[in-house]
Every structure is written in C-alpha cells, then in structure tokens.
C-alpha cells in the first residue's frame, strides 16, 4: 500500500532551520505531485493550510505566502523523496507538517490522494 513518512521535525528557536524529508513507497513518485501541508496547534478541525507544492517535473513550485523567500521544496524522484527547507522559523510556523501525493499541482488538500502521519514542527520565542 501507499504510505508517506515524514520525517525531521523538531524543537528549533526562532530564526533557525529545520528540513523536513518525505519518503514515498507503494507508489510510482516521479508520476506524482507531492504537496506540504501544515495543522497549527489548537486547530484540530480546521482545514490543513496549504505551504508549498511541487510538480513531478519541478516545473511548479508554489508557496503560500508567509513562507515565500523563508521555504523551499524539492525533491529527489531517484530517492522517491520530498524536502521542505525552513529557514528563518517563526513562533508561528510552528504546526505539524504533512506530506500528501496527489496527480497535480493543487492548494486545496481535498485534491491530494496519499498523506503521511504529519511530523511536529516546534519554534520557540
């Protein structure tokens, strides 16, 4: 079966870095759209917000705007792998972060397939 598995979380102080990995199986990753998406603390029933996303072939990358300059994601279909470089944490990036596959390029979580078990993101003051 499809899984996802997040990885890289953490504790970090404000203005560090963390990279979050996302490694794919049971699916063929270089067919597939691969998004990260993040759940803010206290907001379990609401909908996860959308931070960056990436085509298959790289050619569309596109970020919600409070991470812009700040984020970056790539990936590795060689590695069947998804990154998500953070730099320069705020207090308010902290979330848990998921990774979810999905055949295009998409901000609305509804349209992606496959979804990993999130991985907790924590930026001190």
């Known amino acids: 079966q499809v899984q996802l598995v997040e990885s890289g979380g953490g504790l970090v102080q404000a203005g560090g870095s963390l990279r979050l990995s996302c490694t794919a199986s049971g699916l063929t990753f270089s067919r597939y759209a691969m998004g990260w998406f993040r759940q803010f603390p206290g907001n379990p029933g609401k909908e996860r917000e959308f931070v960056a996303a990436i085509s298959w072939s790289e050619a569309g990358t596109p970020y919600t705007d409070s991470v812009l300059g700040r984020f970056t994601i790539s990936r590795d279909n060689a590695k069947n792998t998804v990154y998500l470089q953070m730099n320069s944490l705020k207090p308010e990036d902290t979330a848990v972060y998921y990774c979810?596959?999905?055949?295009?390029?998409?901000?609305?979580?509804?349209?992606?397939?496959?979804w990993g078990q999130g991985t907790q993101v924590t930026v001190s003051s």
């Open positions: 979810a596959a999905g055949t295009l390029v998409r901000r609305d979580p509804s349209q992606y397939m496959y």
